[in-house]
């Protein structure tokens, strides 16, 4: 059974920095398009950065250059590294088994909060 989990998420200060972990069970990681969305209370969900199998990346202009996508074959796992967050980072997160938003594959959601 496919299956994806994320951790990591938390309560941070605003220029903090977390890191969420995305582990796949069921199929190998390295063959898929992994992406990461995330959707604040009273908005729609939105997609925050995407990896895909030849490890090209792609990232929504509000986190370019304080996200990072990275991939760990041997751990099945895909990384967000989150830096200078925002109060507006906060959001639920979820990654999904590719990058268009319309996978049938979605993990359970990890809660990052940006406050002070």
């Known amino acids: 059974q496919l299956q994806l989990v994320e951790s990591g998420g938390g309560l941070v200060q605003p220029g903090g920095s977390l890191r969420l972990s995305c582990e796949a069970s069921?199929?190998?990681?390295?063959?898929?398009?992994i992406g990461w969305f995330r959707q604040a209370p009273g908005k729609e969900r939105e997609g925050v950065s995407c990896?895909?199998?030849?490890?090209?990346?792609l990232y929504a202009d509000s986190v370019k250059g304080r996200f990072t996508i990275s991939r760990d074959s041997a751990k099945n796992t895909v990384y967000l590294q989150m830096n200078s967050l925002k109060p507006e980072d906060t959001a639920v997160y979820y990654c999904?088994?590719?990058?268009?938003?319309?996978?049938?594959?979605w993990g359970q959601g990890t809660q990052v909060t940006v406050s002070s």
């Open positions: 999904a088994g590719d990058c268009s938003g319309y996978s049938p594959y």
């Open positions: 990896i895909y199998s030849d490890d090209s990346t």
């Open positions: 069921g199929f190998n990681l390295p063959y898929y398009a």
